[in-house]
């Protein structure tokens, strides 16, 4: 009788080769870039924390010293701020702080607005006239301040050569205690509205045309237009930007101290000129973050209340 015949079993087949899932990749990828987020996230934090955030610390820290370099600093409480509030420039740097605020308000707010306009209009030679308005951004501040000097000399300046040549009476522009806080919000406006105009001109040519269309319609003339239709439509941008502009205008400081040198007569000192002259005139660094101080301060509280009115006027609009 044959036995039957063993036979070998056949191999087992490869386990199969199962690709990741569609859940396992996205995760993967969105890990992927939330690490990538997060290190570009640490190095901005890094350089806020060295170079912005620490300093502003320091500072109120010095506020509360007599700190001189080179020597440890002592503990002072607020001998500083009462030693700043006492001071006969005190109240004539916020003064012109002030009141170059409000001259800035005037003309330095109305003026890119009035361009803007004047450039929403155009139908020819549009981006000409914008590179023109937007070049003095481009220039260096203290370039900047350097060519309004000589502009203002009151023997060889193009101002009175200008007003020679038309028979007009000359000025001491930036040498007179009249008009030199005036002269330098002329300089800080022609400087620095080049990049407003362009956001007003941003914000203009997204409303739309249905609008002025419907406006025209009912019979409303150029003024009416801009003030129904227009200035609604860019109210968020115009209230942004006039808090942007206080706060840098209540520091201004490279017009004072390149053109004017803080006089004549004290006549352009502003606090941050003044923080300089405490700094490092005076050798004063703790009166000088004690102004510091009370500049941010001010700020902060004034930023405060105007975004709590405009965010309150615009829930009740």
Not at 249 to 278: D, H, R, S
Request: with cysteine; hydrophobic share 50%.
């Amino acid at each position: 009788m044959r036995t039957a015949e063993h036979r070998p079993a056949p191999p087992l087949p490869p386990p199969p080769v199962t690709a990741p899932g569609p859940a396992r990749d996205r995760r993967r990828r969105r890990l992927a870039e939330q690490t990538r987020a997060y290190a570009f996230l640490a190095g901005g934090l890094l350089c806020f924390a060295l170079f912005s955030w620490y300093p502003a610390i320091r500072a109120v820290v010095i506020a509360f010293q007599t700190y001189t370099p080179g020597s440890p600093p002592e503990w002072a409480g607020t001998a500083n701020f009462t030693r700043v509030l006492h001071d006969p420039e005190f109240a004539a740097a916020w003064r012109n702080t002030f009141t170059f605020t409000g001259l800035a308000l005037l003309i330095g707010f109305a003026v890119p607005f009035v361009l803007a306009l004047v450039l929403n209009e155009l139908r020819h030679a549009r981006a000409f006239f914008r590179v023109v308005v937007y070049l003095p951004v481009m220039i260096p501040p203290v370039v900047s301040a350097l060519l309004w000097k000589w502009f203002y000399d009151p023997g060889t300046g193009l101002a009175n050569q200008a007003l020679r040549l038309l028979h007009l009476p000359t000025s001491n522009w930036s040498n007179g205690a009249d008009t030199a806080l005036l002269s330098l919000v002329v300089v800080a406006t022609w400087a620095t509205m080049g990049g407003t105009v362009l956001i007003y001109l941003a914000a203009l040519q997204s409303i739309p045309g249905e609008l002025y269309e419907a406006a025209e319609l009912d019979g409303a003339g150029l003024f009416q237009r801009i003030r129904h239709v227009t200035i609604p439509q860019t109210r968020f941008v115009i209230l942004m930007l006039m808090l942007l502009q206080i706060i840098a205008t209540m520091q201004v400081f490279t017009e004072p101290f390149v053109i004017t040198g803080g006089g004549p007569e004290n006549a352009t000192v502003t606090v941050l000129y003044l923080i300089y002259k405490y700094a490092f005139l005076y050798n004063d660094f703790g009166g000088a973050c004690a102004l510091s101080v009370l500049l941010l301060l001010l700020l902060g509280l004034f930023s405060a209340v105007y975004l709590r009115l405009t965010r309150t006027d615009g829930e009740d609009a």
